[in-house]
């Protein structure tokens, strides 16, 4: 201070003794340093915001949460003790004896205990409460408040957290807390390689340049930068690659001020999250938290010595090192690190020489999931981007509340991968060649409750559940029996399954075949479509009119879709992807109403505000007493039809009722079904991304892995009621599946269906030539 | 280039404030967790007193939730009251009065298009009610004749006159 005060009052005799008589140049060189120091000032304060926006702007990008659904609990709901357990576990709630706070649970051979804890839903704030559930034969079958010892009619447990995205980025981020996600010796390998001054300097350092210089030249090669973590930071900020002296200056400059406003940890776990890593295609590696699910598919703290070295050592060339591209300089690179290591005492010689003989020990590029489910998230992110408003999503701090049940996903996950690799075994197909999806909604509200977009569910690449446009084949069948019940049609009108070709108006003969290579003559309506036979279909269909069947296809599938008019169509030349399949089933389990799917409850904002709800939306596009009819006949093609095989194969008990469809295209190239019973609807696909023959039709192929996940997710019995406030009415008859006349409960195959009242066959069959049996084929 | 690096630190000096935030919020990492086990056998083994007793839990649940919605309808927050419904109609889903009530909210919310069509579901489960089915057609006649649709409103009003006549 005293020095500054003696300086400017030298200053000042000078200027007022001279002021006079200053010459022109002085002058000039006056106003010029006076200029840039203003000018210089005025660019700093420009810099030093640039540079806190950036870095705030950073350490406030918070991730919008996504939600699973809520586990709700109530009595007669069914759900095993395990899937309760599994659903704490996911939530982390803890075991104890005794829970007595928020977050603890107990349980014993018939009940779970749980201390729920507080959530704000976006319906309403759930307060904790001590809950003892009683079960009993899969079923709860009450609920009590411990301390109040009251009955409990439902309970909201708080949702498990299913990803962290950041809309805003619309790229995946894994960031890491210095105090809970990083390992020390990660900091001390990253300060012993790049910046050993680092807790010292001051943004730069003078020493650091030095020491690289030198260290360079001694030991040949670039071993060390001259640029602090401070400075590489605000090199990764402002990503220009120009090497100037300016640009040098500017990120020193910025660098000097960056620790002038943070602290050094502040720094260091910016740093960690933002330095560049590598690159996936398009997307940019960030940070050390996505880098080690990247390149090691697990978390940073699980990671040993050699891979931290790795991910250190990586740092100076992300491209040059890359483990999976260049082994071998990423492996002496590596070792370099290492070396540094053993130097610096981090390690002892001994681990530094084992850890050197270490593989890298990359995964391969499949398994990088960051997201449990992928397929799920990838659905999450097209409706935001369609559904909602930019500035709706671009805030941060989201809480997004979806429709995915993880226990459902968890079978439908497990179904698919080991069926998958069983019929790969069965049919001899490569592994990994054999592909499939899975979508699974709620019948009445159109909620996607789980999907799988590859036999290996963790992969995020290619999603077959939203993308995989493929023939639906027979899938598409009762479409074409809808329109013709439509048109006047009853369940039992015959159909000509004989020898059929068809001349369209270029010439060309089409003349389709049923599976079985043979033709059944007249059969009933129902027959034909439960047994999918081709031939009568085809002719089925020509004579509703292809423009009529066309028509049912688009309003059942909810939308306006370019379906071209060939005779083809009726038996599936029309491609879908498995959503598309579930939006169309959708509204046959919804009894004629076309429920919009949703992946989407609602979303709020930080601070708990509901921004968006996804209402419940459905409309009437079919009446919903064809739909009945063909619901019945859909029944009738799993209880004794193409279907039947989730009963013999000991999936689910007969008496379930389910309503379904196997689909199979030429050459068995795509194995469908399509299914739903009183609760979810369910949509597979199995069948290769070349298109090759499996060998796989829809009934032993997809119908598997859709009944090992109906197996296990409580799927409820099926019962179909004749829509009240229908201008018909309707009555059931017993038919007889050879003549479609009616008959009598005991005839051998009679299966009982719905008829608009007045409009039953009038004849009545005996039951000839079978024997009475006792066997109904839908028990009522 | 002396000159700039003075006015670097002389910025620095310049620019005094300082703020310190929290730090930055990362994300955790999944648990292992151990798999679910449903239970596969087919049917409950349950007496009957016990599935009573589980079902009419079940009816407690459904109307606690109707009269947690009816107090947020009442209070005007007819989308959370709307929110509440769903949840009950995944306990009940071929229950006629929640889709009459959701019906009645949307119309309310002046979605009409939405009102008519839940209101027609709700139809599809009414059996004999006539007064939930006099209620749901008064809504469509109304959802309809606001929405322009006249002939489908004169429908709807026969359909009232109907219910109305008994």
Excluded at chain 1, 238 to 261: D, G, P, S, Y
Excluded at chain 1, 432 to 452: E, F, N, P, Y
Excluded at chain 1, 456 to 477: C, E, F
Aim: one cysteine or more; hydrophobic letters at 35%; aromatic letters at 8%.
């Amino acid at each position: 201070m005293v020095s500054k005060r003696r300086r400017s009052r030298r200053r000042g005799k000078k200027g007022s003794s001279n002021s006079g008589s200053m010459s022109p140049v002085k002058k000039v060189i006056l106003y010029t340093i006076l200029a840039s120091f203003l000018m210089g000032s005025a660019y700093l304060i420009f810099l030093d915001f640039q540079i806190r926006t950036q870095f705030e702007g950073k350490r406030w990008s918070v991730p919008a949460y996504v939600y699973a659904r809520p586990l709700e609990l109530y009595p007669n709901k069914k759900i095993s003790k395990t899937d309760i357990l599994y659903e704490l576990n996911r939530l982390n709630y803890q075991l104890s004896e005794t829970p007595n706070k928020p977050g603890y649970y107990s349980y014993g051979d018939n009940h779970v205990a749980i201390y729920t804890r507080r959530f704000k839903h976006w319906d309403a704030e759930e307060q904790p409460k001590h809950i003892r559930i009683n079960l009993s034969g899969g079923i709860v079958v009450d609920m009590l408040d411990v301390k109040q010892n009251e009955d409990v009619p439902i309970v909201r447990l708080d949702p498990v957290v299913i990803s962290k995205i950041y809309p805003s980025h619309n790229e995946d981020r894994i960031l890491v807390k210095l105090n809970e996600d990083v390992p020390k010796k990660l900091v001390e390998i990253l300060k012993a390689v790049e910046d050993r001054n680092f807790d010292s300097h001051i943004g730069i350092s003078f020493k650091g340049i030095f020491r690289a210089i030198w260290i360079n030249i001694k030991k040949g090669g670039a071993r060390q930068g001259g640029s602090t973590l401070t400075q590489q930071l605000v090199k990764n900020y402002f990503l220009t690659r120009e090497k100037t002296i300016w640009r040098k200056l500017n990120e020193m400059a910025m660098a000097v001020l960056l620790e002038f406003h943070y602290s050094k940890n502040e720094i260091l776990e910016a740093y960690l999250n933002e330095v560049a890593l590598g690159q996936d295609g398009k997307r940019a590696i960030h940070g050390f938290g996505l880098a080690s699910h990247y390149f090691f598919g697990k978390p940073l703290r699980d990671l040993e010595d050699h891979q931290l070295a790795l991910l250190v050592g990586m740092v100076k060339a992300p491209s040059a090192y890359n483990p999976r591209r260049r082994r071998g300089n990423a492996l002496r690179r590596r070792n370099v690190v290492l070396d540094v290591m053993r130097e610096q005492k981090i390690i002892s010689e001994d681990v530094a020489i084992t850890a050197k003989d270490r593989s890298l020990d990359v995964v391969s590029k499949k398994k990088t999931s960051i997201t449990r489910y992928p397929a799920f998230v990838d659905l999450l992110r097209r409706q935001l981007r369609k559904s909602y408003r930019p500035e709706d999503i671009t805030t941060g701090g989201l809480r997004i509340f979806t429709t995915l049940d993880p226990l459902i996903q968890y079978y439908a996950e497990e179904s698919l991968k080991t069926q998958i690799a069983s019929l790969s075994k069965w049919k001899h197909i490569k592994p990994g060649k054999l592909q499939g999806a899975v979508v699974i909604t709620s019948r009445s509200q159109g909620d996607v409750l789980a999907i799988v977009g590859d036999a290996d569910p963790r992969y995020p690449g290619y999603n077959r559940a939203l993308d995989a446009k493929r023939q639906i084949g027979s899938l598409v069948k009762p479409a074409v029996y809808l329109a013709a019940l439509k048109s006047g049609k009853t369940l039992a009108s015959l159909l000509d399954d004989s020898e059929f070709s068809h001349e369209s108006d270029n010439g060309k003969i089409w003349a389709p075949l049923n599976y079985d290579k043979e033709f059944h003559g007249d059969i009933p309506l129902y027959y034909s479509l439960a047994h999918s036979y081709n031939v009568s279909t085809a002719r089925l269909g020509l004579e509703v009119g292809l423009d009529k069947v066309i028509d049912m296809i688009q309003k059942v599938l909810g939308k306006e879709k370019e379906i071209p008019e060939y005779p083809s169509l009726l038996l599936g030349a029309i491609q879908l992807t498995p959503i598309e399949v579930a939006q169309m089933y959708q509204t046959f389990a919804g009894g004629g109403f076309n429920t919009k799917l949703r992946s989407i409850q609602s979303i709020m904002n930080s601070k708990g505000d509901l921004l968006t709800r996804n209402s419940l939306k459905l409309k009437s596009v079919v009446d919903a007493g064809l739909v009945f009819q063909l619901n019945s006949a859909l029944q009738v093609a799993v209880a004794s039809g193409t279907g039947r095989g989730l009963w013999k194969y000991n999936f689910l008990h007969k008496d379930k009722g389910v309503a379904g469809k196997t689909g199979t295209t030429d050459d068995t190239k795509d194995s469908w079904f399509s299914a739903f019973t009183g609760n979810y609807l369910g949509v597979v696909w199995v069948g290769r991304d070349d298109s090759k023959p499996t060998g796989l039709t829809g009934s032993v192929g997809a119908l598997r892995v859709w009944g090992n996940i109906f197996k296990h997710i409580n799927a409820e019995d099926l019962k179909l009621e004749p829509p009240s406030d229908a201008d018909k009415k309707y009555e059931y008859h017993w038919i007889d599946p050879k003549s479609g006349l009616v008959t009598t409960k005991h005839c051998s195959g009679a299966v009982q269906l719905p008829f608009v009242e007045g409009r039953s066959p009038r004849e009545q069959s005996s039951c000839t030539g079978g024997k009475m049996r006792w066997l109904d084929f839908i028990k009522r | 280039m002396n000159i700039k690096l003075f006015l670097i630190l002389i910025g620095i000096m310049i620019l005094g404030a300082c703020t310190k935030s929290e730090t930055v919020r990362g994300s955790g990492n999944n648990v292992p967790v151990d798999a679910p086990g449903a239970d596969t056998s087919s049917r409950s083994s349950n007496s009957p007193e016990v599935q009573q007793r589980a079902r009419s839990g079940q009816r407690s649940a459904v109307r606690a939730l109707m009269r947690s919605s009816r107090r947020q309808v009442n209070a005007g927050n007819l989308s959370k009251g709307a929110s509440i419904l769903e949840r009950a109609l995944k306990i009940s889903p071929r229950n006629a009065i929640i889709y009459s009530n959701l019906a009645e909210i949307h119309f309310k919310q002046n979605q009409l298009g939405d009102a008519e069509s839940l209101a027609l579901k709700s139809n599809s489960f009414a059996r004999n009610d006539h007064d939930l089915l006099l209620r749901n057609w008064k809504i469509i006649a109304e959802s309809r004749s606001l929405r322009g649709d006249t002939a489908g409103a004169n429908k709807a009003a026969s359909k009232v006159d109907k219910y109305q006549g008994r």
